[in-house]
């Protein structure tokens, strides 16, 4: 067995010019995949962090009627026994928050300029690690002890010339439809990256929003996790606790509602796939032109072992062989190659804006092992499976007219 | 069916039996072999003599098992290859038959021991008994000294002894040697045909030769006449020369 990898490693490398060639080419279709995976991977779990911690949570729990957005009547999709629904679930080790949301539309006043904003509730109090995750540009975070601070989103600040401190009024509908305002005072300008929501959105303390809309009652309740791991199994536990509480709540978990990020990483898993089966595809035509060249070489060669009574499947086994050699190597020098290329993006800090981001940021390249574990097999399935025709066609020979070829 | 016989009373080792091979080229068939009888018994040295065209390279390859005929029957130790498959063939010439071609056919990636080795790999020889007996081998044809040298690094005549030793390492029952001086210069022909003799007379080992080289046929202890692809008798030593 020894000699038969001996022959079929230094075959590999008979024509070093071409054997590099392809070798390189190998290694270039995996350090691609492995950096693009890397980038990609690193944008979009970016993408879901942000959502999961400043806008979704986890989980959230609401009436089936919200929902399903059936009910007219914003008030009858409102959850009364949410105190008792989150005393509940803060029972559960795994939970790491649980609060009320409300979200409605009103107009934000500075002086003589108004806007149409979208406001989204925050509890202080229970959320102290969504509230960590708003990047404040200027001024603080929301703070328990002061309930008439609002913070705005930086897109919106810059239209209404906003900063920390300055003075506002938001007016919007009560649940029974009565108009309702109230003066706060800016307490930061903060950051999420993505743009729709730093435009429009404005945070509000839960208390002082139910004030607002007159309610002691909330639309949603909001879950976040120690864990992200914990979703589905937390997904079920709360299910269960919510049947002995109030069965038409129902939980949904944050990729259930994400839609920014589902289509984004859909996008981008489409994309990669594209990219990888173009690569692939090179790769495949390259070896098979490569494998074919040289059992076309090597005609007297194979006519001879198979007079001196190697068998078929041998010479089959050899050219796969050949191939798997290229292949390694191609994998191998991949790797590295996308060791590198990620080193040196990360050290480089260079800024890039995505569509639907509001602020750039540094591309940063993760070098993960379950993308070297895909191109690796990926590359090495490509390079046996290019080698498996023409090897077999080699085996077919006819050995004394394979003969008639000199070596 | 011989000018040249020698009576041999030993066991047979190949026998051809009214072999005929026919090529199609296009519409157009060319019988390259029509109703050839041979036998080879243990111990012969024989040649299958002719002209260029005549049928011995086609004839070597039926007896060696590495073509097979349209009519008649190959006997190999008296059992019919007729019904062997393409793997029960190269199982039997991995065993049974060694082989020595006009361009040595060495595989260029392999020293010249690795050469030798290559056909006890076949065989499933350890590591230790396959570089013991190459090496022993390589000794018997004089090349001990070069063993770790690669065929492109090797004379013709250096490349043709290692493709004798490639042939002789694994004992066969016989070596079909085609054209084997057809690529060597006449000092080197000479010295190889004085190495197979040797190993014919001192080892006792079969050779099958197709060659027209008057140098073969002089050591021939049989031989075997062709012409487009018939037996003939063979033709006197003026006629042969000429043929030569």
């Known amino acids: 067995m020894w000699l038969r990898i001996k022959i079929a490693f230094r075959n590999a490398f008979r024509n070093r010019r071409r054997s590099l060639l392809n070798i390189f080419m190998i290694a270039s279709a995996v350090a691609a995949i492995v950096v693009f995976e890397g980038f990609t991977h690193n944008m979009i779990s970016g993408l879901r962090e942000t959502t999961v911690q400043t806008q979704t949570g986890h989980l959230q729990l609401a009436l089936r009627s919200f929902w399903e957005k059936k009910s007219n009547k914003p008030k009858q999709n409102l959850i009364k026994s949410y105190q008792r629904v989150v005393t509940e679930l803060l029972k559960d080790k795994r939970i790491q928050y649980a609060a009320g949301k409300l979200e409605f539309f009103g107009l934000l006043s500075k002086g003589d300029e108004s806007m149409s904003v979208r406001i989204i509730t925050l509890d202080p109090q229970k959320e102290v690690s969504r509230n960590k995750h708003f990047r404040f540009r200027e001024g603080k975070a929301l703070h328990k002890n002061r309930p008439f601070q609002v913070a705005v989103g930086n897109g919106l600040a810059r239209k209404l010339g906003l900063k920390a ?181 990360n050290a480089m800090n260079i800024p890039i804006i995505f569509p639907g981001a509001s602020a750039p940021i540094f591309i940063k390249i993760e070098v993960l092992y379950s993308a070297i574990l895909k191109a690796s097999l990926l590359g090495l399935g490509i390079t046996i499976l290019a080698a498996v025709i023409p090897a077999h066609r080699a085996s077919k020979m006819n050995i004394v007219e394979a003969l008639r070829y000199n070596i | 069916m011989s000018l040249k016989s020698v009576p041999n009373t030993l066991s047979l080792v190949v026998e051809a039996h009214r072999v005929s091979r026919t090529y199609s080229i296009g519409s157009h068939c060319h019988q390259a072999l029509n109703q050839v009888s041979l036998e080879i018994r243990k111990g012969d040295f024989c040649d299958i003599a002719g ?128 054209e084997p001086t057809a690529n060597l210069d006449r000092k080197n022909s000479i010295e190889i045909l004085d190495l197979m003799s040797r190993l014919h007379e001192e080892n006792g080992v079969t050779f099958l030769f197709s060659s027209h080289d008057p140098l073969v046929l002089k050591r021939a202890t049989k031989i075997s006449y062709l012409s487009d692809g018939r037996q003939e008798p063979i033709p006197s030593e003026e006629r042969m020369k000429d043929v030569a």
Request: hydrophobic share 45%; charged share 20%; glycine share 8%.
């Open chain 1, 165 to 345: 401190n300055s003075n506002v009024s938001i007016l919007t509908h009560t649940y029974d439809g009565v108009v309702n305002a109230m003066d706060f005072e800016v307490s930061g300008i903060f950051q999420t990256d993505i743009a729709e929501f730093d435009d429009s959105t404005l945070l509000i303390p839960l208390k002082t929003a139910q004030e607002l809309l007159d309610t002691t009652a909330v639309e949603q309740i909001v879950v976040g996790l120690k864990s992200s791991w914990d979703t589905t199994m937390v997904k079920d536990s709360v299910r269960a606790v919510l049947a002995g509480i109030d069965p038409d709540i129902q939980v949904k978990t944050w990729y259930q509602i994400a839609t920014l990020y589902k289509q984004v990483s859909m996008f981008n898993r489409v994309q990669n796939t594209m990219v990888q089966f173009i690569l692939m595809a090179l790769v495949l035509l390259s070896i098979m032109n490569t494998v074919g060249m040289s059992i076309l070489e090597r005609t007297g060669e194979i006519g001879t072992i198979r007079a001196l009574g190697e068998k078929r499947a041998a010479v089959v086994f050899q050219f796969l062989m050949e191939g798997l050699f290229l292949g390694l190597g191609g994998v191998l020098l991949g790797i590295l190659g996308a060791i590198c290329i990620a080193k040196g993006f």
């Open chain 2, 51 to 178: 002209p260029s065209g005549s049928g011995k390279t086609t004839l070597l390859n039926i007896l060696g098992c590495l073509d097979r005929p349209t009519e008649g029957d190959v006997l190999i130790e008296g059992v019919s290859t007729k019904k062997f498959s393409v793997n029960e063939l190269a199982k039997f010439r991995s065993e049974n038959l060694g082989f020595i071609f006009q361009t040595f056919n060495l595989i260029p990636t392999l020293s010249a021991l690795e050469n030798v080795e290559y056909p006890l790999l076949l065989l499933s020889r350890t590591y230790r008994s396959r570089r013991e007996l190459a090496e022993e081998a390589l000794k018997i044809v004089g090349l001990e000294n070069f063993k770790r040298n690669r065929p492109g690094q090797l004379s013709g005549g250096q490349r043709q002894r290692v493709a004798i030793a490639r042939a002789l390492v694994k004992k066969p029952l016989l070596i079909l040697a085609d």
